[in-house]
């Protein structure tokens, strides 16, 4: 797959990023309802999300968002259901995706959700798109999935890291940092941040002037903080997953201020007591738009009435759910569950050229009508390229109170 061209800029905290978009043609055949399928489609959705390791704090709100978009999609009795198997991803430490993956392919899943990290994600892509299974991530933000041989079967409604670190730099620069350290993760997610923010960060007349990384499992970070604290920057940025809570009180104890310390999507969470120490003033970014209070309730609604605990955050709950719904409507169009198919109509129930529609049951009754549809999510407005990517996405800035929780400020 060929590499393709994105611009982005960041304006108060919202990047729009526009790419040259080759949209997939296709389009329902049929007037009324007897252009649904013969059989109602049955489409077999497997998730592999992280319910363990480093990054289990992200779990509940995407696994509640893919909940909630099976439940309306069948309701909405449109000719195809939704029949959901929940996995563990684990990370790259604990690998749990090595059991889940084969027993998801095994079951005969034609869509899987996941991996939420990047790293996890190269570690199956191959396995799962060589099966014939379209593959489609709320979380995966590696630049390295664009330029994928994918077979067209990998997909996600979360945008490549050159955007969310062209933000990041770009907000700690206009915070009045002239010099950065950054402490990273060094896999698919760590380094293609690393790389993106320091790009940015410079390009704003600023300089790194220390940059340290570590591996994933690893359960000290002296040595990195060290080096990173000795140059004394005006702003620490750290690429982290749930190593944040051990390099958290360890920058404080260095007589760091937390509020020149920025967080990124891996580590934005709502902590309150489970970190020892005060975070108040530190800032973070977040891929996706405001989401609706009207969506927030009715998918933590639906997330206790299946008997789990209400939802602390909601991070990746619109692109997990948003990705769900597209599938969704990718195979009623196709008339299919095979993944090739879907794959062949995501763009095409996607595209600008559609009447535009935001929930399952009125796209659904378009498809069904024969119409060309644009579905709009609840996460961006979904318009995809070639090569899979989202090419149009918002990118929040947070900032933790002194509880130690977060909220939203652009």
Do not use: H
């Not at 704090?57 to 029949?83: K, R």
Request: charged share 20%; net charge negative; glycine share 10%.
């Amino acid at each position: 797959m060929s590499a393709f061209s994105r611009r982005s800029r960041a304006l108060s905290g919202i990047a729009i990023a526009a790419a040259s978009v080759l949209m997939l043609a296709g389009c329902a055949s049929g007037s009324n309802e007897a252009s649904k399928p013969s059989e109602d489609l049955t489409l077999k959705v497997g998730t592999v999300l992280p319910q363990t390791g480093s990054l289990a704090f992200l779990g509940p709100p995407e696994e509640a968002g893919v909940s909630l978009a099976a439940a309306e999609i069948n309701e909405a009795n449109a000719g195809i259901t939704v029949d959901v198997t929940y996995g563990d991803s684990g990370d790259a430490d604990n690998k749990a995706f090595e059991t889940t993956v084969p027993k998801l392919l095994d079951s005969g899943v034609n869509v899987i959700v996941g991996a939420a990290s990047s790293g996890v994600s190269k570690l199956f892509i191959d396995q799962v798109t060589g099966a014939g299974v379209l593959q489609i991530s709320p979380a995966n933000t590696s630049p390295d999935f664009t330029t994928w041989d994918d077979n067209n079967l990998y997909w996600r409604t979360a945008p490549s890291d050159l955007l969310q670190g062209e933000v990041l730099g770009n907000l700690i620069a206009e915070d009045g940092a002239a010099t950065l350290g950054i402490i990273y993760l060094n896999d698919a997610y760590g380094t293609g941040l690393e790389k993106a923010t320091k790009a940015s960060f410079e390009a704003a007349g600023g300089k790194v002037v220390a940059s340290e990384s570590y591996n994933a499992g690893d359960t000290t970070f002296d040595s990195q903080i060290a080096a990173i604290v000795a140059q004394n920057p005006d702003a620490i940025e750290a690429i982290t997953f749930d190593e944040f809570k051990t390099i958290a009180p360890a920058l404080v104890a260095a007589g760091y201020p937390a509020e020149k310390i920025y967080l990124v999507d891996g580590n934005l969470a709502q902590y309150g007591a489970d970190l020892p120490v005060s975070i108040e003033g530190a800032k973070g970014t977040l891929p996706g738009g405001v989401l609706s209070d009207d969506f927030t309730t009715r998918v933590n609604d639906n997330w206790v009435a299946e008997g789990n605990e209400a939802l602390e955050d909601f991070s990746y709950a619109g692109e997990s759910y948003d990705a769900v719904i597209v599938t969704a409507l990718a195979a009623l169009q196709a008339g299919s569950t095979n993944g090739v198919d879907i794959a062949a109509e995501m763009g095409s129930v996607t595209g600008p050229d559609g009447e535009m529609c935001t929930t399952f049951a009125d796209c659904a009754a378009l498809i069904n009508e024969g119409k060309a549809i644009n579905y709009d999510g609840v996460s961006s407005q979904i318009e995809f390229d070639a090569a899979g990517d989202p090419t149009k996405a918002v990118i929040g800035i947070y900032q933790y109170g002194a509880d130690n929780k977060y909220t939203r400020i652009d």
